[in-house]
């Protein structure tokens, strides 16, 4: 047997937080439940909880930002409250108190405040657009409307795990190839700027001629410590420029075309997307948002100019009558795959079931691709940083050879 530490609320809404012992956390959750009881958070104890981590460092008071877990969090257990009878004002005031984030407490209070005074949930979460973005919104304003708000809430935390899943995946395999990167990069300035010129000195008074690799890299160490502040106005200018160039809307779209088109990248690129607007449009028609305005969220969420324009092209579809997968064949960013399901699920009536198949399928694809881009990744990037590590130590060493012939 197990020791789980839980958070429940009984039936007024008092929290309640202590140990349980059972085999596992669902046969914890039952006997919460038992005694009546709403589990909010049934976990194993952390070392700091079980007494464990006995040193720690002193806390330094930051202000927090409110990230896409905390979001989660608040979603599910507020999904939770609801569906265990709990009214809405009184299960936003336990999700305030139990908020460990303070910016989190204020927004979920400001919330709180809002309804109490009258408004519908959806018009007090908008009142917050940096944390409830319009998909959010709009989902909860149609689980109001349809009297089934428990229910939305628990899709839009299938939602958020789903999409912090495959970010979180993915960011954990880029981090591997990053740090090579990062490493081969110092090695070799370390070597240019810092190595190079202690043996410079000795080969100028040798008066030797030194051979051509040595030669090279000799010249490219003397740039690199004598116009290193040339590199640094040309990255800031071009990183200016280029943030200028994206911001109008021919550069906007000229590079999301070219994200799309890249080799390797592109197709991670477009599966990328295709899962997110396949996800997004599927949770908020299963949630009872209406098409032309499921849409239009589509649109903002998308994150792409190429595929914005794809779903202008199925707004007008619909309302011609011709559906949703003929006007997205005309993009070109949708794989044929995509476009046969979404089909088949116009057909049988069960699109929003479909659509959230297709991104399952494709959240599936990318992480493959990611693993198998990371395994390409890896060995080119230890090879290339090997290779021009060794070109400079070889450099160095032929350099040092020659030495011996110098006159003294």
Do not use: C
């Not at 005694?35 to 909010?40: I, K």
């Not at 999301?256 to 396949?278: E, I, M, P, T, Y």
């Not at 903002?300 to 914005?308: K, P």
């Not at 993009?331 to 009536?349: C, D, N």
């Amino acid at each position: 047997m197990a020791q789980f530490q839980y958070r429940a609320a009984d039936g007024e809404g008092k929290i309640l937080e202590g140990m349980i012992e059972a085999a596992e956390v669902s046969v914890a959750v039952s006997r919460l439940q038992e005694r009546g009881l709403v589990p909010l958070r049934v976990a194993e104890p952390s070392p700091e909880r079980s007494g464990l981590a006995s040193i720690s460092l002193p806390s330094i008071d930051f202000r927090k930002r409110i990230k896409r877990k905390d979001l989660l969090v608040l979603t599910h257990e507020l999904s939770t409250l609801l569906a265990a009878g709990l009214p809405l004002d009184r299960s936003l005031s336990i999700l305030s108190e139990l908020s460990e984030n303070p910016e989190m407490k204020a927004v979920v209070g400001d919330v709180l405040q809002s309804v109490q005074r009258g408004k519908s949930l959806a018009e007090s979460l908008a009142e917050h657009p940096k944390v409830f973005e319009p998909l959010y919104v709009n989902m909860v304003r149609a689980g109001e409307i349809g009297g089934v708000l428990d229910s939305v809430l628990q899709r839009l935390t299938e939602y958020l795990e789903s999409a912090t899943e495959l970010r979180d995946e993915v960011r954990s395999a880029m981090i591997y190839p990053v740090i090579l990167l990062i490493t081969s990069f110092v090695s070799v300035t370390i070597l240019l700027t810092y190595v190079l010129p202690k043996f410079q000195t000795i080969f100028t008074q040798g008066g030797q001629t030194l051979p051509f690799t040595a030669r090279v890299m000799m010249g490219i160490s003397d740039g690199m410590r004598s116009y290193w502040w040339v590199g640094v106005l040309l990255a800031v200018a071009g990183g200016v420029g280029f943030t200028h160039w994206v911001r109008t809307p021919a550069g906007r779209l000229s590079w999301d075309r070219f994200q799309l088109r890249v080799v390797l990248l592109g197709d991670l690129a477009r599966k990328v997307a295709v899962a997110r607007f396949a996800r997004t449009l599927g949770t908020l028609l299963r949630s009872g948002v209406p098409m032309l305005q499921a849409l239009d969220i589509v649109r903002d969420v998308s994150g792409n100019v190429v595929l914005a324009e794809a779903v202008d092209e199925v707004k007008v579809g619909v309302r011609g009558g011709a559906g949703v997968a003929g006007p997205l064949s005309h993009s070109g960013v949708f794989p044929q795959l995509a476009l046969q399901m979404i089909s088949v699920g116009e057909e049988t009536g069960r699109l929003d079931d479909m659509l959230v198949q297709v991104a399952d399928y494709f959240d599936k694809d990318v992480r493959n691709t990611v693993k198998s881009l990371t395994a390409l990744v890896e060995p080119v990037l230890l090879l290339g940083g090997g290779v021009v590590v060794a070109f400079v130590v070889l450099s160095m060493f032929s350099a040092i050879t020659s030495v011996n012939n110098m006159p003294f």
